[in-house]
């Protein structure tokens, strides 16, 4: 009791000075609709908060020097070995400070989580049409926060300087390296000359406490005023239309609800930074240029880069005479189509499915057979690109060839997510003649129908038909500028 | 909810409240004995799950439920206010720059200083030589000794059949840029391109060891196949015809370095690279 009266002074005494009261009113009583997907971009949320409040804990002992020091921590077998300070330092807050490992491992972990959230709450988005008008700009923000979180992960498994991260940084130089005209410059004004240099630990450092997370930071803030001010999405449903959202109230129900969420992140990452080990850099070892370990994997969120500059023949060409090397088109024109391809998504699909107007009631994702497509090719090809970072692994421990592994996959990146893509689309067909199945109440007639017999109202006017059903899907608000 | 359910909840809830409690001073107790990663990390996850359970079933069953419906007001204002700022804007037809001079004249002062702002980058490169020049050539030069990782200086017998060493610039331990491995094969074996016989010693071969798709060092020898390996991207080359690719992704050789012998029996270089090392990159040659 002591607590609530003490809450409603400090609120009324702040009402007495800048009138809050209205408006904080009007934000508990806020609606939020209810759907599990709705909790996704919540979890890297509050994974982002588990990042930031264990990397504050490691900034306190992490030197990102690449001077030379001895080790002479707890860690018997690389005492006396000479390292920069930033694996000394490393090796010292994971064996030496006490809960340093606990820390850096959660860290470690909430990044993984972090970034895992971002592509389930993505592919929330994508498959539900919710980046359509007008949430462009929400869409845009997310996938910016999308790559800035890629970047501060790979500057922060970069900066501890043991031999993994290097093996790293030098894929990371070559493919910089490999851009047309500037690329060399590019390349040598990052790392302050040729690899490895003396800059790079310290200004990866400076990116990955700072600058990156600053701005992730400053577009969380703008990604939620945003999502407040144009309210949340909700799905078709009884009594849901364009101009209502339908849900539970900020205050107090989803907010406790939300808090059960944050917490349950923080347990899941704990419980991961205590019990999995993640990146144990003594193992590793210190960088050192004449070695490399093997086998050696990014994390997930760089591996399907990594697996493309694998798979990716060896083949090189000339512009004007000058080398446009392997790297390039694997490494660098591979993930900027992609990402160019997200970006635009919004206005692609807006041709696609010409729905120009307003959009507050989410599709379902069988309501657009080809947004399911796009998607399941997607997350087949860069699933399968994942997979082949991991290619030496597989061969040994399946006793195989890995260049057999590399030439099947080669073919099987280019084939099988098309395949996979069109198998998606028919069962999205079949699914959306008939809005209550779910996949597994699917029968082979239903599906076989879709394949061989294109009913005439299914092929023209299907969007009309789709939205005929559920009044609620396709009503637009407003007239349009 | 009925009396007794909502008791049950408010007991489910105390009970989840109560395990970080308990939770919470094992974390302390734990961290004061030592530092056990898997306990602290254990103790911790149980907190935030009592947490998390008591958080979920007190909004799940002890508040209120909805559905609640709230208006969305359109997200576009009406045309007349649309028109009113639109209007604003204009100044009210009055144009906020009467004459085109100022306008140009702001523009290019801001193009301008938008420029040179964007030298100072060039300041993160601020030693060393500029990236052609330094990717173009190693420290290499001819008499240049070949010591290894400790700074020993190399002599043929230091290179077994089959053995793989790497070597550096006599006094430049880590230069990444002019690492090199020295191979010992069988010289009648040797399909080397034309003109490189005079640049091994007795069987020993010269190669760089970055490899030329990635930057990563060709670490591994597959000695029964006279096959050098990156561990990185997994591409193969064949180290008795001058290091040309077999396999995997790259596409250039190994540059090989021609070596020779001194006076004193030492390894030395007989020049430097004949093609620049490394990944490659926006070059002619």
Redesign the interface.
Same mark, same amino acid.
Request: net charge positive.
């Given at each position: 009791m002591i607590t609530r009266w003490a809450v409603r002074r400090v609120l009324l005494w702040l009402d007495g000075r800048v009138r809050i009261a209205s408006v904080t009113r009007k934000t508990l009583?806020?609606?939020f609709p209810?759907h599990w997907t709705f909790m996704l971009g919540e979890i890297a949320l509050y994974s982002f908060v588990s990042l930031v409040a264990t990397g504050v804990f490691l900034t306190l002992f992490f030197e990102p020097s690449p001077a030379e020091t001895v080790y002479t921590g707890a860690y018997g077998p690389m005492r006396g070995v000479r390292a920069s300070a930033a694996y000394a330092s490393a090796v010292t807050l994971s064996w030496d400070v006490?809960?340093?490992?606990?820390m850096r491992?959660?860290h470690h972990w909430s990044a993984l989580v972090f970034l895992s959230a971002i592509v389930a709450h993505l592919s929330r988005i994508f498959l539900t049409g919710a980046f359509r008008k007008?949430r462009e700009i929400n869409w845009v923000i997310g996938l910016t926060m999308f790559l800035l979180g890629i970047a501060t992960g790979f500057a922060g498994y970069s900066v501890p300087d043991d031999l993994l991260s290097g093996?790293g940084l030098?894929?990371a130089?070559?493919?910089l390296?490999?851009?047309?005209?500037v +690329?060399?410059?590019a390349?040598?004004?990052?790392f302050? !000359?040729?690899?490895?240099g003396t800059?790079i630990i310290p200004r990866l450092y400076i990116l990955h406490v700072l600058l990156l997370p600053g701005a992730i930071a400053a577009l969380i803030g703008a990604h939620l005023a945003i999502l407040i #001010?144009?309210?949340h999405t909700h799905f078709p449903g009884p009594?849901r239309t364009?101009?209502?959202?339908?849900?539970?109230?900020m205050w107090?129900?989803?907010g406790? #609800?939300s808090?059960?969420?944050?917490?349950?992140v923080?347990?899941?990452t &704990? +419980?991961? +930074? +205590?019990?999995v080990q993640i990146n144990p850099v003594w193992v590793w070892g210190p960088f050192?240029?004449?070695?490399?370990?093997?086998?050696?994997q990014p994390d997930w969120f760089l591996a399907w880069v990594e697996g493309a500059?694998?798979?990716?023949?060896?083949?090189?060409f000339r512009i004007f005479?000058?080398?446009?090397?392997?790297?390039f088109v694997p !490494?660098v024109v591979m993930p900027a189509l992609t990402f160019l391809v997200l970006y635009l998504w919004p206005w692609l699909d807006r041709r696609l499915t010409r729905g120009r107007g307003?959009h507050?009631v989410l599709d379902r994702p069988r309501d657009s057979p080809a947004r399911v497509a796009a998607w399941a090719w997607g997350a087949s090809f860069y699933g399968l690109l994942l997979l082949a970072s991991s290619?030496?692994v597989v061969a040994r421990y399946f006793q195989i060839p890995? &260049?057999g592994i590399?030439r099947t996959m080669r073919i099987v990146v280019l084939v099988v997510p098309v395949a996979i893509g069109a198998v998606a689309y028919v069962l999205a067909r079949a699914l959306r003649e008939d809005p209550e199945a779910t996949l597994l109440d699917l029968r082979w007639r239903r599906i076989a129908a879709v394949i061989r017999r294109r009913p005439p109202d299914v092929e023209g006017g299907e969007r009309r038909a789709a939205g005929a059903e559920r009044p609620a899907a396709s009503g637009e608000? !407003?007239a349009?500028? | 909810m009925n009396g007794r359910g909502r008791r049950t909840a408010e007991r489910l809830v105390a009970a989840a409240f109560a395990l970080t409690v308990l939770a919470a001073v094992s974390f302390a107790a734990v961290?004061v004995l030592?530092?056990q990663?898997? /306990?602290?990390? /254990?103790?911790?996850? /149980?907190?935030?799950?009592g947490?998390?359970?008591?958080?979920?079933v007190?909004?799940?069953r002890l /508040? =209120?439920?909805?559905?609640?419906?709230?208006?969305?007001e359109?997200?576009?204002s009406p045309p007349e206010a649309?028109r009113a700022f639109t209007a604003e804007l204009d100044a009210d037809q009055e144009p906020v720059v009467r004459a085109a001079l100022p306008r140009r004249m702001l523009m290019l002062a801001l193009g301008t200083l938008g420029v040179a702002l964007v030298f100072p980058?060039?300041s993160?490169?601020? $030693?060393?030589p500029? =990236?052609?020049r330094?990717?173009r050539r190693t420290a290499w030069r001819d008499g240049v000794r070949l010591v290894n990782?400790d700074g020993a200086p190399l002599r043929p017998s230091d290179i077994a059949l089959g053995g793989i060493v790497?070597a550096f610039p006599e006094g430049r331990l880590?230069?990444?840029?002019a690492?090199t491995v020295l191979l010992r094969v069988n010289p009648a074996r040797l399909a080397l391109p034309r003109g490189r016989k005079a640049w091994t010693v007795d069987g020993v071969v010269a190669y760089s060891?970055i490899c030329t $798709?990635?930057?990563?060092?060709v670490?591994?020898y597959v000695q029964t196949a006279e096959q050098l390996v990156c561990?990185? $991207?997994?591409?193969v080359f064949d180290v008795l015809k001058g290091a040309s =690719?077999v396999?995997?992704?790259?596409?250039?050789s190994l540059p090989q370095l021609p070596i020779g012998v001194n006076a004193e029996g030492v390894l030395v270089a007989r020049g430097d690279f004949p093609t620049p090392v490394? =990944?490659?990159?926006?070059?002619?040659a």
């Open positions: 009583a806020k609606v209810d006490r809960a340093g490992l606990l491992q959660t007008p093996t030098r894929i130089a070559a493919t390296l490999s851009v047309p005209v +690329g060399p410059w390349a040598f004004l990052l302050g !000359g040729g690899f490895p800059s #001010r144009q309210k009594g364009q101009d209502n959202v339908v849900g539970s109230k107090p129900t989803y406790f #609800r808090l059960a969420l944050m917490c349950a923080f347990a899941v &704990f +419980g991961l +930074g +205590g019990l050192r240029p004449s070695g490399a370990t093997s086998p050696a500059l694998r798979l990716y023949p060896p083949y090189e005479g000058y080398l446009v090397p392997a790297p !490494g307003r507050q290619d030496d890995v &260049f590399v608000e !407003g349009g500028a | 961290y030592g530092n990663t898997q /306990l602290l990390g /254990l103790a911790l996850c /149980l907190a935030f799950a947490l998390a359970a008591g958080f979920a007190w909004a799940a /508040l =209120p439920q909805g559905p609640y419906v709230e208006e969305r359109a997200m576009i649309r980058i060039r993160l490169l601020f $030693h060393g500029t =990236p052609w330094a990717l990782a790497t880590k230069d990444d840029h690492m060891k $798709h990635a930057g990563c060092p670490a591994l561990p990185c $991207h997994q591409s =690719p396999a995997g992704p790259a596409a250039r490394g =990944p490659g990159y926006w070059r002619s």
